[in-house]
């Protein structure tokens, strides 16, 4: 849907065996090891943290 392409609170994650998209409505760390104990598939580079904070900071 064309609307949640244009939201600032979504963006699409393209990485080595992700593929999708994250909803930066309720954003929070999760430590995975804790969780399910296997590790991250990727992790985000530091470009892409910069963009998410960018677009969280709009909210607060």
Do not use: C, V, W
Not at 2 to 8: F, H, L, V
Not at 28 to 38: C, D, F, L, Q, V
């Amino acid at each position: 849907m064309k609307k949640y392409i244009k939201s600032p609170l979504f963006i699409e994650i393209k990485k080595e065996n992700i593929h999708g998209t994250a909803l930066l409505q309720h954003i929070r760390t999760i430590n995975s090891m804790k969780y399910s104990g296997e590790q991250p598939e990727t992790t985000l580079s530091q470009q892409e943290i910069s963009i998410i904070s960018d677009r969280i900071q709009q909210f607060y």
